[in-house]
């Protein structure tokens, strides 16, 4: 199969492709690699992106609904205002200051991924997995949590300021440092969390 001239299969090379807006509904792109490629507003819906390398890829405004990323690589990728309603990023890699702002992650599976200073500015994480993710400096502000897993997730030095934790699971989760001004925590399960006086609790949720 090919899209533009590029061939959309597993171990593509697709480095620095043109596939702004293309329909790739379902397609095939283990272990691809797409450094560079520009994909704003492609459709990925359920699309199998194991092990693939994204770095510096643009994919703002690109619909990943249901998208497998499982073990993939996302090093200073672009993803503002895209939606990844319940994609899998089980194990993922996401480096670099990777950017979600706005995205839709809604039923997403994050477990064990790496999200360390990504940028989740009022990114939709409803009912979202990230049991044992890595959050550290994630920047969350007003992001909305409700319902999410984060058992045992590292939170050290993340920016919640503003955020909706309601009926969010953080047992055994690593709040130290991390910053929760104006945040929300209403029937959250706090079971064991770690916390201590760098952690910025000014409405004393966590006491």
Request: net charge negative.
């Amino acid at each position: 199969m090919q899209v533009n001239g590029y061939p959309i299969e597993p171990d593509a090379d697709l480095e620095d492709a043109n596939l702004q807006g293309v329909d790739l509904n379902g397609a095939n792109l283990t272990r691809a690699n797409l450094t560079g490629a520009r994909l704003e507003g492609a459709n990925l819906e359920g699309a199998n992106l194991t092990g693939a390398r994204l770095s510096l890829t643009n994919l703002n405004y690109a619909r990943l609904t249901c998208a497998n990323l499982t073990n993939a690589l996302l090093s200073s990728v672009g993803l503002q205002h895209a939606d990844l309603t319940g994609v899998m990023l089980t194990n993922a890699i996401v480096e670099n200051y990777v950017t979600l702002q706005c995205a839709n992650l809604t039923g997403a599976d994050l477990t064990g991924a790496r999200l360390w200073d990504a940028n989740l500015w009022n990114a939709n994480l409803t009912n979202a997995d990230l049991t044992g993710a890595n959050l550290t400096r994630a920047h969350l502000t007003n992001a909305d949590l409700t319902g999410t897993n984060l058992t045992r997730a590292n939170l050290t030095n993340a920016d919640l300021t503003g955020a909706r934790l309601d009926y969010v699971n953080l047992t055994e989760a690593n709040l130290t440092e991390a910053n929760l001004t104006d945040a929300n925590l209403n029937y959250a399960n706090l079971t064991d969390i770690k916390w201590d006086e760098t952690t910025i609790d000014p409405g004393g949720w966590l006491k």
